[in-house]
T-cell receptor, first 114, second 112 residues
Framework: GEDVEQSLFLSVREGDSSVINCTYT??????LYWYKQEPGAGLQLLTY?????DMKQDQRLTVLLNKKDKHLSLRIADTQTGDSAIYFC??????????????FGQGTELSVKP | DGGITQSPKYLFRKEGQNVTLSCEQN?????MYWYRQDPGQGLRLIYY???????QKGDIAEGYSVSREKKESFPLTVTSAQKNPTAFYLC???????????FGQGTRLTVV
């Protein structure tokens, strides 16, 4: 079946690195995504990785993909108080004759303490 | 500006009433989606549409209905059959199905 799992909470000190982890089940996923949600708002796409890549770096963000273990992580370097938000992992699922859809994890609430 | 607009931002409904949430996009995207968000449960897919005049049920479609008569519009109706409709509803679109989705700002529905 389709399932994406994340831990619910992470707390770090300002200036430290944050690592948010995610596991997924569908080995045919083409893309995996990280989204950020601030309180009362919609989701903002942060970054994504194609399934044939191991790593992608984008400024302070590093995405690591272990396809064998179906494990995805998002590392935020030099975490700031403005990074406090809920972070969602999502995998893309192809559906025969119906295009496809995104399946989201439960979200990890990141709290950054000054 | 290109984007996805959801309206209203807050909506109150009496029990037993149907209510329709609006979602409009001017990104020329083919695919559109409706998600429901409850605390601690992440996003659950209600309905999705990959093209005009076509839509499919997601994981929690019971008590909801949609239409896709125009490419830019994908309204969601929450019917009286939905047992627990109070939630935050998010609409999204993507250029093709299962590519990255762009989200609206959400509608918070409260049943009173």
């Amino acid at each position: 079946g389709e399932d994406v799992e994340q831990s619910l909470f992470l707390s770090v000190r300002e200036g430290d690195s944050s690592v948010i982890n995610c596991t997924y089940t569908d080995s045919s996923s083409t893309y995996l995504y990280w989204y950020k949600q601030e309180p009362g708002a919609g989701l903002q796409l942060l970054t994504y990785i194609f399934s044939n890549m191991d790593m992608k770096q984008d400024q302070r963000l590093t995405v690591l993909l272990n396809k064998k273990d179906k494990h995805l992580s998002l590392r935020i370097a030099d975490t700031q108080t403005g990074d406090s938000a809920i972070y969602f992992c999502a995998e893309s699922i192809k559906i025969y004759n119906q295009g496809g859809k995104l399946i989201f994890g439960q979200g990890t609430e990141l709290s950054v303490k000054p | 500006d290109g984007g996805i607009t959801q309206s209203p931002k807050y909506l109150f409904r009496k029990e037993g009433q149907n209510v329709t949430l609006s979602c409009e996009q001017n990104l020329n995207h083919d695919a559109m989606y409706w998600y429901r968000q409850d605390p601690g449960q992440g996003l659950r897919l209600i309905y999705y549409s990959q093209i005009v005049n076509d839509f499919q049920k997601g994981d929690i479609a019971e008590g909801y209905s949609v239409s896709r008569e125009k490419k830019e519009s994908f309204p969601l109706t929450v019917t009286s059959a939905q047992k627990n409709p109070t939630a935050f509803y998010l609409c999204a679109s993507s250029i093709f199905p299962n590519t990255e989705a762009f989200f609206g700002q959400g509608t918070r529905l409260t049943v009173v």
